[in-house]
């Protein structure tokens, strides 16, 4: 991989270093020489205007130190053994992160990584994109380009100038990668959004609140590549399901809505470190939620309830009415433990979202009966900020009474239970 950087040496000769040269504008690239071969080595490249052949710097073993303290700034060194030199860089922070962590997974691979690609035939990103601006920051209405938006932008905040919808050059903008629009009067996103590859997305403060305008989320080109989306202070009181979908969401932020349920499916996020849910209507969260892996999670502000309403009559079932055969197919997968990867993409999607027995692991997929219980540990959860007034109650899934008989009579600890809910898909 390579990118632009502004780049800084000082020799550092027996530990003393010595004055920084000027910063320049470099390309970095990393990469191998001989890839796949028994002398494949891992090579940095540095090209800058002055030297457009490229210095190269070995990876392995030549590293001292990585200094890393201040990625979220756009910068980092790396001080090399052989030359003794130390390379500051300073660049997008989302590129040089994807760059240090190339680098990492290079450090600590023994021998050839094919994850990562050749250096042979790398040069130089061309003068001409690197003088492009890819950074703009809009902070008044009138500062908007009058000639329109550089077509090379990568970072764009256009936050608090009274935005009512994202303006359309945006979705022409290729190498877009970080969107800021927030604190305006955003209602609406139209799917023309979805074409973007983002990686990071701050929608928070607006106003955005109807259920149909989330088609943006399942274009896959932006589900695919979002890792940051920052929803919080709108006016959503459900949750946008089609978030579950952004496979590699890393944080997502929803505090200050009026959200009054996650769905069992939030599971499907296993890539999620920090969910923030503070002040939102929430009476309980899924039982799935608790065996996440998460860094932060955040409910603090939310009125957790046990369930008071009395048990809901199930209807009887009519014996003469088939199953649906799509019901039929799950429950032979599940039975014969039949590989997924092969089935049509509706039955994948189907078991992929149907949330499982509490007790038996099954999959719940013609009724379900939920049981609400005081909340497990959060065990893997590093960070829970919570109001300490309040239990947090979770909702578990049963595929029947019987499953719910046999859990609750046999944790005589449990104090949920404050009522059943039947449900039917
Ligand atoms: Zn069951």
Redesign the pocket.
């Known amino acids: 991989m390579k990118i632009l950087c502004d780049t800084q040496i000082t020799i550092n000769k027996n530990g003393t270093s010595g004055p920084p040269r000027k910063s320049k504008k470099a390309t970095l690239a990393i990469g191998y020489k001989n890839p796949g071969k028994d002398n494949a080595e891992l090579q940095i490249l540095h090209f800058t205007r002055q030297n457009p052949s490229g210095t190269k710097y070995k990876v392995n073993n030549n590293i001292r130190r990585l200094y890393t303290n201040f990625i979220k700034d756009g910068k980092a060194t790396i001080a090399f053994i052989d030359p003794e030199e130390d390379l500051m860089l300073k660049c997008d922070p989302i590129q040089l992160k994807g760059f240090l962590n190339t680098l990492k997974l290079g450090m600590s691979s023994n021998g050839y990584n094919p994850k990562i690609k050749a250096v042979l035939g790398t040069t130089a990103i061309p003068d001409k994109i690197v003088n492009e601006v890819t950074t703009l920051t809009v902070k008044k209405p009138s500062d908007f380009p009058t000639k329109g938006l550089p077509k090379k932008l990568i970072t764009l905040h256009m936050s608090s100038v009274t935005l009512s919808k994202i303006p359309f050059q945006v979705y022409g903008l290729q190498h877009l990668k970080i969107l800021h629009v927030n604190d305006n009067n955003i209602e609406t996103i139209p799917k023309e959004l979805g074409r973007l590859e983002l990686i990071e997305l701050n929608l928070a403060n607006n106003k955005l609140s109807k259920s149909k305008d989330w088609l943006w989320l399942q274009n896959p080109k932006l589900s695919g590549s979002l890792s940051f989306l920052d929803l919080s202070s709108n006016k959503l009181e459900f949750f946008p399901v089609e978030v579950i979908n952004v496979q590699h969401l890393n944080t997502l932020k929803l505090n200050n809505n009026q959200i009054k349920k996650i769905p069992f499916g939030i599971k499907r996020l296993k890539e999620l470190k920090h969910f923030h849910l503070s002040s939102n209507d929430l009476h309980s969260v899924p039982d799935t939620l608790s065996n996440m892996r998460l860094a932060v999670l955040d409910v603090w502000g939310n009125k957790f309830l046990p369930i008071n309403e009395k048990l809901q009559c199930k209807k009887e079932k009519n014996k003469f009415v088939p199953q649906a055969l799509w019901i039929r197919a799950i429950q032979m997968v599940e039975k014969y433990r039949l590989p997924v990867k092969n089935l049509p993409w509706v039955l994948i999607e189907i078991i992929e979202k149907a949330t499982k ?1 509490f ?2 692991d ?1 999959l719940c997929l013609e009724l379900f009966i939920m049981e609400r219980g005081r909340c497990s540990q959060f065990t893997f959860v590093d960070h829970l900020v919570l109001d300490r007034n309040y239990t947090v109650y979770s909702d578990l899934a ?3 009474s019987k ?1 719910v008989n046999s859990t609750f009579s046999s944790d005589n600890n449990n104090e949920g239970g404050g009522g059943l809910m039947l449900m039917e898909f």
């Open positions: 027995c007790s038996c099954k049963f595929c029947s499953c």
